[in-house]
């Protein structure tokens, strides 16, 4: 072999005196340096600077809009390596189908519920159909969650899932989970919440027929500073003068929910926002340890629209309509007596409605000790790690399972939850199971020697019905 001295140039005639495997050494050679040149190039600074301005450059789309091709060929970030071990996905590998994009997260309720069904609807249109769910959450969240969901339901979900905040985020953003988008034939087809993603809708949009999916419009979200008083200078003054305050508006779009602060010092304050008018009444009868569901709110009125929504009504137009926000602050002084005041106020304000609380005898579901033996009591300083799959107390009452089981799981049952135990030490305990299946709930609970039983009792009801008017 001839060696090329430092310095030394082959040309001309100079490699046709080298062996053949030699020259076949150098040409590998060269060409691994250009490769390597090339993607330390495609890897530089102006590279990813070039790609960050095609990003920054993506406008929000709409329905009807055509899909930029930029877009088709951007690489997204798998969570977890797909088929081949690919660690990158693009929305043109599924060019040809309809896609479906899922933006969800491990704390969204409905967003878990939709993983099982989409993995159902995946199969069943494998052919015409890729879903792609996307989360903004880190890789550390989402994979254990997924592992975790996986071995609960005994099945693995083929789905690609993409991370982090990508360029999806930008041409298609919003602010409510979970959040879906239809790409078919190169166009933004339809943006849907999740009641709409179903195997009929599916067939339609493949088999091109004209229909028209519901829009998701997402509300503003406007902050609220629940220190202050509501809807006073814009929520922007300070409030610090207020002693009493008793409000009530109509439906304000932008703010929903249920705060109560307990304060010695300063006063009570409850806050209901965009709330039906049963529920406002629940949370004053109830008072501050008493949880009124629905299954415990009993309407004798001729009218019941004002009041309740009906089955099968768009709760959103109702809510518009008929909704309410309602706000009580009183000073300390009168914190004994601030559920009388909020009921004082809802006689006030809707004088055409009587509210009281009385006995009724109705089937319910009474949380009962199977044996003598205490596997409940908690152990000084014992607690336990809390996930969205798994329900536990850290060294808590009893009674916060009862809440949990009214206000959430089993709030759509019939049946209202009591405490039948008697048991009144802080528990320690965890129920790996779906809450809202009462023989999950039970097949966990019996660990601790407990039992949902269904019973016959005479409990408290709300009854809200027509008051006689004074001519």
């Given at each position: ?7 030394e ?37 102006e ?31 798998m ?16 060019r ?29 249109f494998s ?5 792609i ?10 994979l ?25 985020y ?9 959040h ?10 339809a ?136 706000e ?8 004994s ?26 089937r ?27 329900y ?49 709930l ?12 269904e019973?016959k ?15």
């Amino acid at each position: 072999m001839t060696a090329l001295r430092n310095g030394e140039t082959a040309r001309g005639s100079g490699l046709c005196g080298l062996k053949p495997y030699t020259v076949y050494l150098i040409t590998l050679k060269i060409l691994f340096c250009v490769c390597l040149a090339h993607a330390r190039q495609s890897s530089s600074p102006e590279a990813a600077k070039g790609v960050a301005l095609i990003t920054d450059s993506i406008k929000p789309l709409q329905i009807g809009d055509t899909i930029p091709e930029a877009l088709w060929h951007m690489p997204l970030q798998m969570v977890k390596a797909g088929q081949e071990g690919s660690t990158t996905v693009k929305l043109n590998n599924y060019r040809g189908k309809l896609i479906i994009l899922d933006f969800w997260a491990t704390w969204c309720t409905p967003c878990i519920a939709m993983i099982p069904k989409m993995d159902s609807l995946q199969k069943t249109f494998s052919k015409q159909l890729q879903f792609i769910s996307c989360s903004s959450q880190k890789e550390e969240q989402v994979l254990p969650f997924i592992a975790k969901l996986e071995q609960r339901l005994k099945q693995q979900f083929h789905i690609p899932l993409v991370n982090g905040k990508n360029f999806l985020y930008r041409a298609f953003p919003h602010v409510y989970l979970p959040h879906y988008v239809w790409i078919y034939k190169g166009r933004v087809r339809a943006i849907t919440a999740f009641r709409e993603v179903n195997q009929s809708n599916i067939e339609s949009v493949l088999n091109g027929k004209n229909v028209k999916l519901p829009l998701k419009i997402d509300e503003k979200r406007v902050k609220v500073d629940y220190a202050k008083p509501l809807f006073i200078d814009g929520n922007g003054g300070t409030g610090d003068e207020l002693q009493y305050i008793s409000q009530l508006a109509k439906y304000t779009p932008g703010i929903s929910g249920y705060h109560l602060k307990i304060d010695s010092v300063n006063g009570d304050k409850i806050t209901l926002s965009n709330m039906p008018l049963y529920k406002i009444y629940a949370f004053a009868y109830g008072e501050r340890y008493d949880y009124i569901g629905d299954n415990r709110v009993l309407l004798t009125v001729k009218e019941s629209e004002p009041i309740m929504p009906g089955e099968g009504e768009s709760f959103k137009q109702w809510r518009m309509k008929y909704a309410y926000c309602y706000e009580l602050k009183v000073p300390s002084a009168l914190n004994s007596r601030f559920y009388r005041m909020m009921q004082a106020d809802l006689a006030r304000l809707f004088p055409q409605y009587r509210a009281r609380l009385k006995k009724k005898k109705m089937r319910c579901l009474a949380l009962v000790r199977t044996s003598n033996i205490d596997k409940l009591k908690a152990k000084p300083g014992e607690g336990l790690e809390s996930t969205k799959l798994v329900y536990s107390i850290n060294n808590g009452p009893l009674s916060n399972l009862i809440d949990d089981l009214n206000i959430f799981s089993l709030q759509m049952l019939p049946t209202p939850v009591i405490d039948e135990t008697g048991y009144r030490d802080f528990v320690t305990l965890t129920l790996d199971c779906n809450l809202s299946k009462v023989d999950e709930l039970n097949r966990e609970l019996a660990k601790y020697d407990l039992a949902l039983k269904e019973v016959k009792r005479s409990i408290k009801v709300l009854e809200i019905s027509d008051a006689v008017l004074k001519q």
